[in-house]
Protein backbone atom coordinates (compact mmCIF):
# COMPACT_ATOMS: atom_id res chain seq x y z
CA UNK A 1 0.00 0.00 0.00
CA UNK A 2 1.10 3.33 -0.87
CA UNK A 3 2.31 5.09 2.79
CA UNK A 4 0.28 8.45 1.56
CA UNK A 5 -2.65 6.63 0.78
CA UNK A 6 -5.64 7.16 3.16
CA UNK A 7 -4.17 4.02 5.53
CA UNK A 8 -6.61 2.14 7.11
CA UNK A 9 -4.89 2.82 10.54
CA UNK A 10 -4.70 5.61 12.49
CA UNK A 11 -2.00 5.98 15.05
CA UNK A 12 -2.60 8.12 17.59
CA UNK A 13 0.40 9.49 19.78
CA UNK A 14 -1.55 7.99 23.19
CA UNK A 15 -4.55 6.21 23.37
CA UNK A 16 -5.41 7.84 26.57
CA UNK A 17 -8.52 6.05 26.67
CA UNK A 18 -7.17 2.74 26.21
CA UNK A 19 -6.92 2.08 29.83
CA UNK A 20 -9.94 3.18 30.60
CA UNK A 21 -11.69 -0.13 28.28
CA UNK A 22 -9.44 -2.17 29.67
CA UNK A 23 -10.32 -1.54 33.30
CA UNK A 24 -13.21 -0.51 32.87
CA UNK A 25 -15.52 -2.64 35.45
CA UNK A 26 -12.27 -1.55 38.61
CA UNK A 27 -12.50 1.84 38.02
CA UNK A 28 -16.42 2.09 38.28
CA UNK A 29 -15.95 -0.50 41.25
CA UNK A 30 -13.39 2.14 42.61
CA UNK A 31 -15.70 5.06 42.01
CA UNK A 32 -18.53 3.33 43.64
CA UNK A 33 -16.28 2.73 46.99
CA UNK A 34 -15.27 6.42 46.82
CA UNK A 35 -18.69 8.18 46.20
CA UNK A 36 -20.35 5.61 48.65
CA UNK A 37 -17.61 6.44 51.63
CA UNK A 38 -18.63 10.09 51.55
CA UNK A 39 -14.47 10.96 52.06
CA UNK A 40 -13.46 13.50 49.38
CA UNK A 41 -10.72 15.42 50.69
CA UNK A 42 -7.77 13.22 52.04
CA UNK A 43 -9.11 10.40 54.00
CA UNK A 44 -8.76 6.61 53.84
CA UNK A 45 -8.35 5.89 50.54
CA UNK A 46 -5.45 8.15 49.67
CA UNK A 47 -3.77 6.69 52.46
CA UNK A 48 -3.78 3.61 51.42
CA UNK A 49 -2.97 4.71 47.94
CA UNK A 50 0.20 6.16 49.29
CA UNK A 51 1.28 3.08 50.92
CA UNK A 52 0.93 1.35 48.04
CA UNK A 53 2.65 3.87 46.26
CA UNK A 54 5.95 3.96 48.27
CA UNK A 55 6.20 -0.07 48.74
CA UNK A 56 6.28 -0.17 44.77
CA UNK A 57 8.72 2.45 44.60
CA UNK A 58 10.93 0.71 47.38
CA UNK A 59 10.65 3.88 49.93
CA UNK A 60 9.40 4.43 53.32
CA UNK A 61 6.39 7.12 52.74
CA UNK A 62 4.47 8.73 50.06
CA UNK A 63 2.50 12.03 50.16
CA UNK A 64 -0.22 12.63 47.48
CA UNK A 65 -0.66 15.95 45.96
CA UNK A 66 -2.13 18.33 43.09
CA UNK A 67 0.41 17.61 40.52
CA UNK A 68 3.94 17.15 39.51
CA UNK A 69 4.64 20.57 39.74
CA UNK A 70 3.51 20.93 42.98
CA UNK A 71 5.31 17.94 44.07
CA UNK A 72 9.11 19.38 43.21
CA UNK A 73 7.64 22.76 45.06
CA UNK A 74 6.71 20.95 48.51
CA UNK A 75 9.71 19.16 48.44
CA UNK A 76 12.09 22.61 48.12
CA UNK A 77 9.81 24.45 50.82
CA UNK A 78 10.00 21.19 53.11
CA UNK A 79 13.57 21.25 52.56
CA UNK A 80 13.50 25.03 53.23
CA UNK A 81 15.57 25.74 49.96
CA UNK A 82 14.17 29.56 48.68
CA UNK A 83 15.54 32.77 47.91
CA UNK A 84 19.27 33.36 48.04
CA UNK A 85 19.58 29.83 47.20
CA UNK A 86 20.48 28.12 43.57
CA UNK A 87 19.16 24.94 42.45
CA UNK A 88 20.51 22.83 39.91
CA UNK A 89 18.24 21.56 37.07
CA UNK A 90 18.73 20.18 33.45
CA UNK A 91 18.52 22.49 30.72
CA UNK A 92 16.62 19.92 28.60
CA UNK A 93 13.82 19.20 30.45
CA UNK A 94 9.60 20.26 31.09
CA UNK A 95 9.50 23.81 32.22
CA UNK A 96 7.63 22.78 35.64
CA UNK A 97 11.52 21.55 37.01
CA UNK A 98 12.75 24.91 36.49
CA UNK A 99 8.95 26.64 37.51
CA UNK A 100 9.12 24.54 40.69
CA UNK A 101 12.78 26.19 41.66
CA UNK A 102 11.25 29.81 40.63
CA UNK A 103 8.47 29.56 42.31
CA UNK A 104 10.58 28.41 45.49
CA UNK A 105 12.43 31.94 45.40
CA UNK A 106 15.86 29.89 44.99
CA UNK A 107 17.57 30.36 41.07
CA UNK A 108 17.59 27.70 38.50
CA UNK A 109 20.97 26.76 37.27
CA UNK A 110 21.31 25.01 34.24
CA UNK A 111 23.22 22.03 33.76
CA UNK A 112 23.53 20.82 29.94
CA UNK A 113 22.04 17.64 28.53
CA UNK A 114 24.59 14.40 27.81
CA UNK A 115 23.58 14.10 23.81
CA UNK A 116 23.45 10.30 24.13
CA UNK A 117 20.70 9.86 26.82
CA UNK A 118 18.97 13.54 26.67
CA UNK A 119 19.41 13.25 30.90
CA UNK A 120 21.81 15.85 32.39
CA UNK A 121 25.54 15.70 31.99
CA UNK A 122 26.94 14.53 35.41
CA UNK A 123 30.42 15.79 33.99
CA UNK A 124 28.88 19.63 33.95
CA UNK A 125 28.06 19.34 37.26
CA UNK A 126 30.93 20.10 39.37
CA UNK A 127 31.12 23.08 37.47
CA UNK A 128 27.86 24.71 38.19
CA UNK A 129 28.09 24.58 42.33
CA UNK A 130 28.68 27.45 44.18
CA UNK A 131 28.93 28.36 47.72
CA UNK A 132 24.96 29.03 47.21
CA UNK A 133 24.22 25.69 45.48
CA UNK A 134 21.20 23.56 47.85
CA UNK A 135 20.42 20.75 45.68
CA UNK A 136 20.54 18.97 42.38
CA UNK A 137 17.14 18.11 40.89
CA UNK A 138 17.96 14.97 38.45
CA UNK A 139 15.24 14.58 36.05
CA UNK A 140 14.55 10.82 34.70
CA UNK A 141 13.62 12.55 31.23
CA UNK A 142 11.49 10.48 28.88
CA UNK A 143 11.47 7.22 31.57
CA UNK A 144 15.42 6.43 31.41
CA UNK A 145 16.97 7.10 34.85
CA UNK A 146 19.26 10.10 35.46
CA UNK A 147 23.17 8.85 36.46
CA UNK A 148 22.04 8.87 40.07
CA UNK A 149 25.32 7.33 40.89
CA UNK A 150 27.87 10.34 39.10
CA UNK A 151 25.23 12.85 40.70
CA UNK A 152 25.49 11.36 44.45
CA UNK A 153 29.02 11.39 44.06
CA UNK A 154 29.35 15.01 43.58
CA UNK A 155 25.95 16.01 45.57
CA UNK A 156 28.03 13.95 48.49
CA UNK A 157 31.45 15.97 47.67
CA UNK A 158 29.33 19.73 48.55
CA UNK A 159 26.55 18.21 51.08
CA UNK A 160 23.71 18.68 48.39
CA UNK A 161 19.97 17.40 48.36
CA UNK A 162 19.37 15.05 45.34
CA UNK A 163 15.93 15.62 44.32
CA UNK A 164 14.50 12.98 41.96
CA UNK A 165 12.42 14.57 39.41
CA UNK A 166 10.73 11.08 38.23
CA UNK A 167 7.40 12.42 36.52
CA UNK A 168 8.24 10.11 33.57
CA UNK A 169 9.64 7.72 35.02
CA UNK A 170 7.27 5.09 36.90
CA UNK A 171 8.53 1.88 37.49
CA UNK A 172 12.01 2.34 36.09
CA UNK A 173 14.83 1.41 37.53
CA UNK A 174 18.70 1.97 37.95
CA UNK A 175 21.14 -0.66 39.34
CA UNK A 176 17.96 -2.49 40.61
CA UNK A 177 16.42 0.01 42.70
CA UNK A 178 13.19 1.93 41.70
CA UNK A 179 13.34 5.67 40.67
CA UNK A 180 12.04 7.36 44.13
CA UNK A 181 14.23 5.47 46.21
CA UNK A 182 17.23 6.89 44.74
CA UNK A 183 17.92 10.63 45.97
CA UNK A 184 16.68 12.12 49.34
CA UNK A 185 13.18 12.42 47.75
CA UNK A 186 11.23 12.47 44.44
CA UNK A 187 8.73 13.86 42.82
CA UNK A 188 6.46 11.92 40.58
CA UNK A 189 2.98 13.31 38.18
CA UNK A 190 0.42 11.10 37.37
CA UNK A 191 -0.92 13.38 34.36
CA UNK A 192 -3.38 11.51 32.37
CA UNK A 193 -0.50 10.09 29.74
CA UNK A 194 1.92 9.15 32.53
CA UNK A 195 3.16 5.41 32.35
CA UNK A 196 0.89 5.66 35.78
CA UNK A 197 -1.76 7.87 35.38
CA UNK A 198 -5.05 9.38 36.76
CA UNK A 199 -7.85 11.13 35.05
CA UNK A 200 -7.28 14.58 35.92
CA UNK A 201 -3.92 16.13 37.36
CA UNK A 202 -2.17 14.66 40.70
CA UNK A 203 1.31 14.09 42.01
CA UNK A 204 3.30 12.76 44.85
CA UNK A 205 6.33 12.87 46.64
CA UNK A 206 8.18 9.52 47.74
CA UNK A 207 11.01 9.61 50.68
CA UNK A 208 12.24 8.04 53.46
CA UNK A 209 12.58 11.18 54.96
CA UNK A 210 9.90 11.15 57.32
CA UNK A 211 10.48 14.60 58.66
CA UNK A 212 9.97 16.20 54.93
CA UNK A 213 6.65 14.07 53.99
CA UNK A 214 5.74 15.36 57.61
CA UNK A 215 6.12 19.16 56.84
CA UNK A 216 4.94 18.05 52.77
CA UNK A 217 1.86 17.15 54.31
CA UNK A 218 1.08 20.05 56.13
CA UNK A 219 2.27 22.03 53.50
CA UNK A 220 -0.02 20.33 51.10
CA UNK A 221 -2.97 21.66 53.22
CA UNK A 222 -2.41 24.85 54.42
CA UNK A 223 0.23 24.16 56.46
CA UNK A 224 -1.82 22.74 58.94
CA UNK A 225 -1.42 18.76 60.62
CA UNK A 226 -4.84 19.72 62.23
CA UNK A 227 -8.02 21.28 61.59
CA UNK A 228 -7.61 25.05 61.91
CA UNK A 229 -4.02 25.09 63.44
CA UNK A 230 -1.79 26.23 60.68
CA UNK A 231 1.92 26.07 61.44
CA UNK A 232 3.58 26.40 58.12
CA UNK A 233 2.79 28.88 55.29
CA UNK A 234 1.22 25.71 53.40
CA UNK A 235 -0.96 25.21 49.69
CA UNK A 236 -3.67 23.82 49.19
CA UNK A 237 -2.58 20.77 47.11
CA UNK A 238 -3.98 17.80 47.87
CA UNK A 239 -4.29 14.70 45.93
CA UNK A 240 -7.89 13.63 46.06
CA UNK A 241 -9.01 10.62 47.34
CA UNK A 242 -11.49 9.44 43.71
CA UNK A 243 -7.93 10.02 42.09
CA UNK A 244 -6.27 7.88 44.57
CA UNK A 245 -8.23 5.28 44.01
CA UNK A 246 -8.07 5.03 39.89
CA UNK A 247 -4.34 4.97 40.90
CA UNK A 248 -4.76 2.28 43.15
CA UNK A 249 -6.35 0.38 39.96
CA UNK A 250 -3.81 1.07 37.56
CA UNK A 251 -0.32 0.49 39.72
CA UNK A 252 -0.95 -3.64 39.96
CA UNK A 253 -1.05 -3.25 36.02
CA UNK A 254 1.99 -0.74 35.89
CA UNK A 255 5.06 -3.43 35.50
CA UNK A 256 3.19 -5.51 32.67
CA UNK A 257 2.28 -2.01 30.97
CA UNK A 258 6.14 -1.21 31.31
CA UNK A 259 6.83 -3.94 29.44
CA UNK A 260 4.72 -3.47 26.20
CA UNK A 261 6.42 -0.30 26.27
CA UNK A 262 9.15 -2.07 26.14
CA UNK A 263 8.73 -4.08 23.38
CA UNK A 264 7.18 -1.50 21.25
CA UNK A 265 10.49 0.57 21.94
CA UNK A 266 12.87 -2.76 21.57
CA UNK A 267 11.32 -3.08 17.70
CA UNK A 268 11.89 0.66 16.89
CA UNK A 269 15.16 0.41 17.74
CA UNK A 270 16.14 -2.80 15.98
CA UNK A 271 14.01 -1.54 12.53
CA UNK A 272 14.61 1.82 12.48
CA UNK A 273 18.89 1.73 12.78
CA UNK A 274 20.72 3.77 10.60
CA UNK A 275 17.42 5.95 9.74
CA UNK A 276 17.79 8.50 12.80
CA UNK A 277 19.41 8.87 15.98
CA UNK A 278 17.82 6.68 18.41
CA UNK A 279 18.17 6.50 22.14
CA UNK A 280 20.90 5.03 24.04
CA UNK A 281 20.37 3.65 27.47
CA UNK A 282 23.20 4.42 30.39
CA UNK A 283 24.78 1.62 32.00
CA UNK A 284 22.86 0.31 34.63
CA UNK A 285 19.57 1.81 33.81
CA UNK A 286 16.41 0.10 33.02
CA UNK A 287 13.63 2.93 30.99
CA UNK A 288 10.11 2.48 31.21
CA UNK A 289 10.08 4.66 27.99
CA UNK A 290 7.48 7.37 28.63
CA UNK A 291 8.32 8.78 25.37
CA UNK A 292 10.35 7.69 22.68
CA UNK A 293 12.40 10.33 21.32
CA UNK A 294 14.43 9.93 18.08
CA UNK A 295 16.43 12.66 16.37
CA UNK A 296 16.48 13.85 12.86
CA UNK A 297 18.51 16.62 11.26
CA UNK A 298 15.03 17.39 8.71
CA UNK A 299 12.69 16.39 11.95
CA UNK A 300 9.76 19.57 10.41
CA UNK A 301 9.94 17.53 7.17
CA UNK A 302 9.81 14.41 8.98
CA UNK A 303 6.95 15.41 11.58
CA UNK A 304 4.90 16.61 8.05
CA UNK A 305 5.48 13.26 6.35
CA UNK A 306 4.44 11.43 9.20
CA UNK A 307 0.83 13.66 9.26
CA UNK A 308 0.66 12.76 6.05
CA UNK A 309 0.76 8.79 6.71
CA UNK A 310 -1.96 10.00 9.86
CA UNK A 311 0.74 8.98 12.26
CA UNK A 312 0.78 11.69 15.63
CA UNK A 313 4.32 12.23 16.46
CA UNK A 314 5.10 15.12 19.53
CA UNK A 315 8.04 17.26 20.10
CA UNK A 316 9.64 17.04 23.55
CA UNK A 317 10.61 20.45 24.01
CA UNK A 318 10.54 22.60 21.21
CA UNK A 319 11.82 25.43 23.74
CA UNK A 320 14.27 24.94 26.17
CA UNK A 321 13.67 26.51 29.90
CA UNK A 322 16.17 28.99 29.61
CA UNK A 323 15.02 30.39 26.63
CA UNK A 324 11.85 30.40 27.39
CA UNK A 325 10.04 34.11 28.08
CA UNK A 326 9.06 32.38 31.51
CA UNK A 327 12.41 31.90 32.33
CA UNK A 328 13.83 34.81 31.29
CA UNK A 329 15.07 36.70 34.55
CA UNK A 330 17.28 33.56 35.14
CA UNK A 331 19.31 35.31 32.35
CA UNK A 332 20.70 32.66 30.06
CA UNK A 333 20.54 33.00 26.42
CA UNK A 334 20.77 31.30 22.84
CA UNK A 335 24.10 29.52 22.71
CA UNK A 336 24.36 28.91 26.29
CA UNK A 337 23.36 25.13 26.24
CA UNK A 338 24.44 23.86 23.30
CA UNK A 339 24.01 20.32 23.33
CA UNK A 340 20.21 20.99 24.46
CA UNK A 341 19.51 23.17 22.03
CA UNK A 342 20.29 20.85 19.71
CA UNK A 343 18.21 18.60 20.90
CA UNK A 344 15.65 20.77 20.75
CA UNK A 345 16.43 21.38 17.10
CA UNK A 346 16.05 17.99 16.35
CA UNK A 347 14.06 15.66 18.70
CA UNK A 348 10.65 13.63 17.72
CA UNK A 349 8.68 11.48 19.65
CA UNK A 350 7.46 8.56 18.03
CA UNK A 351 4.03 6.95 19.57
CA UNK A 352 4.51 4.73 22.15
CA UNK A 353 2.07 3.12 24.90
CA UNK A 354 0.96 0.00 25.85
CA UNK A 355 -2.02 -0.14 24.02
CA UNK A 356 -0.10 0.46 20.75
CA UNK A 357 -1.19 -3.01 18.70
CA UNK A 358 1.72 -4.09 16.15
CA UNK A 359 -0.10 -3.00 13.02
CA UNK A 360 0.22 0.38 14.34
CA UNK A 361 3.80 0.02 15.41
CA UNK A 362 4.76 -1.61 11.99
CA UNK A 363 3.05 1.76 10.56
CA UNK A 364 4.79 3.91 12.38
CA UNK A 365 8.10 2.03 11.45
CA UNK A 366 7.12 1.81 7.45
CA UNK A 367 6.01 5.24 7.74
CA UNK A 368 9.59 6.60 8.90
CA UNK A 369 11.60 4.12 6.51
CA UNK A 370 9.42 5.65 3.76
CA UNK A 371 10.29 9.55 4.92
CA UNK A 372 12.71 10.78 1.78
Known amino acids: MDLLEEPKVLVPFLEVLAAWRELRADFNAAWDRV ?3 GSYILGEELERFESEFASYCGAALCAGCGSGLDAL ?61 RAIIAVHLYGQPAQLDDIQSVASRHGLRVIEDAAQAHGATFHGRRVGSLGDAAAFSFYPAKNLGAFGDSGAVVSNDADLIGRVRMLRNYGSASKYVHELKGHNSRLDPLQAAFLRVRLPHLDAWNRRRDAVAARYCRELAGLCVLPVVAPGANPVWSVFAIRHAQRERLRLHLERC ?63
Open 310 to 372: RVQSQIHYPTPPHLSPACREVGYRKGDMPVTEMIAETELSLPIGPHLNPEQVSRVIDSVRAFR
Open 35 to 37: MES
Open 73 to 133: RLILDGYGIGPGDEVLVPAHTFIATWLAVMHSGARPVAVDADADTCNLDPDHIESAVTSRT
